[in-house]
Antibody, heavy 123, light 114 residues
Framework: QVQLQESGPGVVKPSQTLSLTCTVS??????????WSWIRQHPGKGLEWIGY???????HYNPALKSRLRMSVDTSNNQFSLKLSSVTAADTAIYYC???????????????WGLGTLVTVSS | DIVLTQSPDSLAVSLGERATINCRSS????????????LAWYQQKPGQPPKLLIY???TRESGVPDRFSGSGSGTDFTLTISSLQAEDVAVYYC??????????FGQGTRLEIK
């Protein structure tokens, strides 16, 4: 059974970079086939897809966030990471990492999720 | 971006009754080459991450009770709970993966007990 766990600071100052890591157990990122994703949820609001990283290191980002995003993968530690630069209060949200099993060799649905971590942007 | 609009925003149903949640897409999510609808449904309970219920619009995820079913094609989809149980109180989201340039979710539908 795959498990994902987010880790990182709970508070980030405005204009700084938000950095989160997701540790995966029960599945190997390097096995391929899945898209390792980040999704966020503003307090009391709906879900926003942030982007994904593939085992090869290739990435795809939400166009609305693309200029501030960087995702990477560390297959040796079975982890993947998110960096979001120049944060503002609008980036305050619960950040989830999730596995996208892929749908016929393209991104699809999210079948496993981390518990989520609340990141607050505040000075 | 493909916009998904769910209706209603909130819904109150009596225990044992049927609950129906709709999701309308701004463009078709039916891929003609494989005749698959690129749509999924999730359930989110308070303080928990979303849980996958349905993918390919009507395929139930393993372990999901059979009172949950998905239907529809093209731009109009429905999640039905045939006999509402107390543990089904949650917010439900649809998600499209037709446009992988930008995966999008519906705004959510809150389901409560009447």
């Amino acid at each position: 059974q795959v498990q994902l766990q987010e880790s990182g600071p709970g508070v980030v100052k405005p204009s700084q970079t938000l950095s989160l890591t997701c540790t995966v157990s029960g599945d190997s990122i390097s096995s391929g086939g899945s898209y390792w994703s980040w999704i966020r949820q503003h307090p009391g609001k709906g879900l926003e897809w942030i982007g994904y990283v593939y085992y090869s290191g290739s990435t795809h980002y939400n166009p609305a966030l693309k200029s501030r995003l960087r995702m990477s993968v560390d297959t040796s530690n079975n982890q993947f990471s998110l960096k979001l630069s120049s944060v503002t209060a609008a980036d305050t949200a619960i950040y989830y990492c999730a596995r996208d099993r892929g749908a016929l060799s393209s991104p699809g649905w999210f079948d496993s999720w981390g518990l989520g971590t609340l990141v607050t942007v505040s000075s | 971006d493909i916009v998904l609009t769910q209706s209603p925003d909130s819904l109150a149903v009596s225990l044992g009754e049927r609950a129906t949640i709709n999701c309308r897409s701004s463009q078709s999510v039916l891929y003609s080459s494989n005749n698959q609808n690129y749509l999924a449904w999730y359930q989110q309970k308070p303080g928990q991450p979303p849980k996958l219920l349905i993918y390919w619009a009507s395929t139930r995820e393993s372990g999901v009770p059979d009172r949950f079913s998905g239907s529809g094609s093209g731009t109009d989809f429905t999640l039905t709970i045939s006999s509402l149980q107390a543990e089904d109180v949650a917010v439900y989201y649809c998600q499209q993966y037709y446009s992988t340039l930008s995966i999008t979710f519906g705004q959510g539908t809150r389901l409560e007990i009447k």
